[in-house]
């Protein structure tokens, strides 16, 4: 198969996206002080659960995580190293702290509070305190997990993402945050990454590169998150811990955002170059953001369990209490 | 006999981009970009 016919059952949906993109820039443009990002999910929102996204499209539609993905390497382009390594063993740190406290805390309140079992409050343990609905497939497969506990709790991180994609920039304006405040408080209590980008930009391009950046470090806590939990349930399902499971759950991506990092931070690309490749980043964040806005399905969020909720919710509040008196502490 | 072209051997270069993780996919498109960039600056366009 040439690359012509692989790419031709993609067309539609990345055809979807880029309309969708190209109307929410136009949109942005029209009214002050709208975010195109923004617009970017409502429409594709408003979209998925009305008309519903075309089966045709279904495939190119898919490819919007790759978008986000390549949109956040060259994000690593805007990153100024020195100012990032200045506020790093901080910001570190309370990436450390909120992932480990966060999943001792959400085991805690689902099992204890809400009494929750099996694999269910692991799962969202993760998806909560790690990197949304990708931690959750991981841990799943960790723990081999049945297929519906899974889709459980995923809805459940969805649901909370669709809400906190909204609730955040709110908050944040409301409680008059800087931009780097607010990035990290988003970066360290939300849950997907590609929610956090987007609450992030909603507050300012300064917040959405901290959200991302403080949400990267997060995330590549997943293999080591992986392995701890495959250690505590070795008598279900232990397989392969260590260096190889570690690798295969790291997002690889990370790599290429912290090499173009290296690349603008070294003075090998002129201003006018790293600029250009900051619009590129921008236009796979708006087509991403489309998609996620597509993936967001309110009628589906409403047959989420009442006690998954609940423990989430708890978890969220008390994990967002305590980032944000540490922001405006430590930043 | 009328051969499918979905029965038609991958080239090798799309058979190993889907192989590929999404990660690896988002890391060799983002270098790529800075590589055109690279070139473009080389070549005078920025």
Known sequence: ??????????????????????????????????????????????????????????????????????????????????????????VLGLVVATVAGGLLLAEGIARGLFRLDGTTPSLLAAGASVCGVSAVVAIGRVLDSRGSAITFAAATVL?????????????????????????????????????????????????????????????????????????AYTARSATDPGVRRLWAEFPKFLLGFLAVAAVANSGLLSPAALASIGRVSDALFTLAFVGLGLSIRLREMREVGGAAVGAVLVHLLVVSALALAAVRWLL | MVSDAADEPGSPLVDRWTALDRGWQALALGLGVVAVHAAAQAAGVF
């Open chain 1, 159 to 231: 649901l909370f993402d669709a809400v906190t994609l909204v609730a955040f920039p709110v908050a944040g304006e409301w409680l008059g945050l800087t931009g780097r405040q607010f990035g990290v408080w988003a970066g360290v209590s939300m849950f997907s990454t590609g929610p956090v980008a987007a609450a992030g930009f909603a507050h300012s391009p300064e917040a959405g590169q901290w959200a991302t950046v403080t949400k990267l470090a997060r995330n590549s806590l997943l293999g080591g998150v992986a392995v701890a939990y495959s250690l």
């Open chain 1, 1 to 90: 198969m040439s690359a012509v016919a692989a790419a031709r059952p993609y067309l539609p949906g990345l055809g979807l996206l880029a309309v969708g993109a190209l109307l929410s820039h136009l949109v942005a443009g029209a009214v002050d002080g709208l975010q195109p990002l923004v617009v970017a999910v409502a429409i594709g929102a408003l979209v998925g659960n009305t008309v519903g996204t075309p089966d045709a499209a279904e495939p190119g539609v898919g490819v919007d995580k790759l978008f986000l993905e390549t949109g956040i390497v060259l994000l690593g382009a805007a990153v100024v190293v020195e100012e990032f390594l200045a506020a790093g063993p901080t």
